[in-house]
């Protein structure tokens, strides 16, 4: 996992499959040397996730059409 892949990503959507099994749709909202944040939810129950690069097994980003 290289930080640049996802400052170059910010405001797009991606899928974040964790270490701990779980898996979150964010909206990139920032990156910096220590991990990421973004926001996940729909309008009415946004809620803000922050991870540390250790804590992301694999993330891919999502594409509209």
Do not use: C, H, M
């Not at 996730?49 to 250790?54: G, K, S, T």
Request: hydrophobic share 30%.
């Amino acid at each position: 996992i290289y930080p640049f892949q996802y400052s170059k990503n910010i405001g797009r959507k991606i899928k974040i499959y964790t270490t701990d099994k779980r898996e979150l749709i964010v909206t990139l909202s920032g990156s910096n040397e220590s991990g990421i944040s973004g926001i996940s939810g729909n309008l009415k129950n946004d809620k803000n996730i922050d991870l540390a690069y250790d804590q992301i097994k694999k993330a891919n980003v999502i594409i509209d059409f």
